[in-house]
């Protein structure tokens, strides 16, 4: 799995769950789990606490 921001390797564990939240080593960003299909993991942006939707 790739950031998604800086495109450096990210480690996902093989028992990480659905809506568990990676960081990346490199940048730090932080990836929620969006899907997991057997090995094949799709990360989306985490939404930071105080998340700023822009209403
Ligand atoms: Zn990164």
Redesign the pocket.
């Known amino acids: 799995m790739n950031?998604?921001?800086?495109?450096?390797g990210?480690n996902i564990p093989g028992d990480a769950a659905v809506g568990e939240i990676v960081s990346?080593?490199?940048?730090?960003?932080d990836f929620e789990i969006a899907k997991k299909d057997g090995a094949n993991v799709q990360l989306k942006p985490a939404e930071s606490v105080g998340e700023d939707w822009g209403e």
């Open positions: 950031c998604l921001e800086c495109d450096a990210i990346c080593p490199e940048c730090g960003a």
